[in-house]
């Protein structure tokens, strides 16, 4: 018996679970794990699995992925901030973080096939633009899951494992993002095979939302304020549920953090939509030519054109319930806060991380936080180049280069 029930966020209905994604019902809404266990209660396990209890799991698999979560002093104090503190995924062994694939993204996978391997014996498709086909093809080989990973051309030599074991499957498409969503779109829909969910998966949010549990058990309290990089937004709804649960819980305090959330200009669909007062996303808030934005930005793991905003328990919903903000960073600014970063942390950051930490700093420069504000910077990956080096990791070789409009005939012949 799983220790949680599955809920529509629009109706509060439950639902049966069976690896769903979606509301059996056709509601235009996310689908929410409603725990049994109504305190966290921190399992004996050294990886994320330690919150096994507020995650739709029942296999737990071997693996040193897992949120941390420290104090940056020299940041702090350049910052000027007296209660800042920093949740870090990715590989940073003097920080206690051995994420191989350098990002957070692990926190997502391995609740993800774990969730998978409950139900069903399909195997999993994903679509990337790089950190997430990482992270599913290192816990994939890791833990012995197939995988089939979609990504376009540019992100290709992104992908790599400590060890090629052969579960993931490399499939490069000629376009940017969302032509890899297509094509990973139409393998899902093929008998075998079934999609990773994106924010529509709970396993995926709630793996997320393990950084928001490790601050509050770290700092002893949920932050005042959240500061990340998204792309989907999926990590802001994941601290919102995260933090609505520890509200729940009675222990770390009653009130929900302020998601102060970042997009990297000039792709800004949900910063543009959140300042603007809408619930949705019109096509002026993608831009006059979104792929010439797309192209343009440092993070273009922050580039999805159809994130969850305007779904019941989506972004627009998170960012109500919690007073967000959405804030922007320029390349420029984002690079700058990587040469800060790594002036006082031994690792690089991945550039959505950067991102983050730019808002962080023009939030403070513009007098947007207060100097004792307890801040949760979520710093969602970095240190792949170091991983590279002193693992010795291997890249994933593509199994087939296509193109958007590849026939059904041709890619099951991929397949």
Not at 40 to 67: G, H, M, R
Not at 93 to 112: D, I, M, Q, Y
Not at 276 to 282: E, L, T, Y
Not at 410 to 415: F, K, P, Q, R, S
Request: glycine share 8%; charged share 25%.
């Amino acid at each position: 018996m799983s220790g949680y029930d599955l809920i529509c966020v629009e109706n509060g209905e439950k639902v049966e679970e069976r690896y769903t994604l979606s509301c059996p019902n056709g509601h235009n809404s996310l689908l929410r794990a409603e725990y049994h266990s109504k305190q966290l209660n921190p399992q004996d396990y050294d990886n994320i699995f330690k919150y096994s209890d507020w995650l739709p799991v029942k296999t737990v698999f071997e693996s040193k992925a897992k949120p941390v979560c420290f104090r940056s002093e020299k940041l702090s104090k350049e910052l000027g901030l007296s209660d800042l503190w920093v949740g870090f995924t990715g590989y940073y062994p003097e920080r206690n973080a051995h994420a191989v694939s350098g990002s957070f993204k692990e926190l997502e996978a391995l609740p993800t096939y774990s969730r998978l391997h409950d139900y069903s014996d399909d195997t999993i498709v994903i679509a990337s633009a790089g950190n997430t086909a990482r992270a599913f093809a290192e816990i994939g080989n890791q833990i012995g899951k197939n995988c089939v990973i979609v990504v376009p051309e540019k992100a290709e030599d992104r992908i790599t494992v400590s060890n090629d074991r052969g579960f993931a499957k490399l499939l490069s498409v000629k376009g940017d993002y969302a032509d890899a969503i297509a094509v990973a779109d139409r393998i899902a829909a093929k008998d075998g095979y079934v999609p990773e969910g994106g924010a529509k998966n709970i396993a995926r949010r709630d793996g997320m939302g393990t950084v928001m549990l490790e601050g509050a058990l770290t700092i002893g309290h949920i932050p005042d304020r959240y500061f990340q990089g998204v792309g989907s937004g999926t990590g802001g709804i994941s601290a919102w549920e995260a933090a609505v649960r520890l509200m729940d819980d009675g222990r770390f305090g009653d009130r929900l953090p302020v998601l102060e959330l970042s997009q990297n200009e000039p792709f800004l669909p949900m910063a543009k939509a959140w300042n603007a007062g809408r619930r949705n996303i019109v096509p002026e808030d993608l831009g006059e030519d979104p792929a010439t934005d797309v192209a343009a930005v440092y993070a273009d793991v922050l580039t999805n054109r159809k994130p969850p905003y305007g779904i019941a328990g989506g972004v627009y919903d998170a960012m109500v319930a919690c007073n967000g903000r959405f804030h922007t960073a320029s390349n420029t600014e984002a690079k700058d806060a990587e040469k800060l970063w790594m002036s006082i942390e031994n690792v690089r950051p991945d550039p959505a991380a950067s991102v983050a930490l730019a808002t962080l700093i023009k939030a403070v420069d513009e007098g947007k936080v207060g100097k004792d504000d307890c801040i949760l910077l979520n710093m969602t990956g970095g240190g792949r180049e170091r991983a590279k080096e002193e693992l010795s990791l291997q890249t994933v070789k593509p199994v087939a280069r296509l193109c958007t409009d590849v026939s059904d005939e041709d890619l099951a012949e991929v397949l």
